[in-house]
């Protein structure tokens, strides 16, 4: 193999390994908002209430409760109201798990 090929090589597996790198974190990051989201609604943190209202606007840098993270301003965030007025903002992402959580627990709670 000349040296012109090796590199070739090594670039294209520099590369497998950094677009496997990418879906490892985008899998971890998943799976880290699934388990912060139902430690959040075990502990009270979140609630299982439908909401009763919920306005959805570009993030004005809310911090949301679901993932702790600070949402970027190119992200929608989703400003819920539950019964007694308990208010809250969740990214889109973390407002879609939070959503599936809370109706999975209480179909069988
Ligand atoms: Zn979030």
Redo the contacts with the bound molecule.
Sequence with gaps: MDAHARDISVRNRVSVNRQWMLELRDRISRLD?LLRIRKKLAEGLLPFDHPTTVVQAPSAGQR?T??D?I?MPTNLVMACTVRYGHKFH??A??YEVWQRLRRSYGQHA
Aim: net charge neutral; proline share 0%; glycine share 10%.
């Design positions: 908002r949301c679901g993932c993270r949402a969740l990214d992402d973390c």
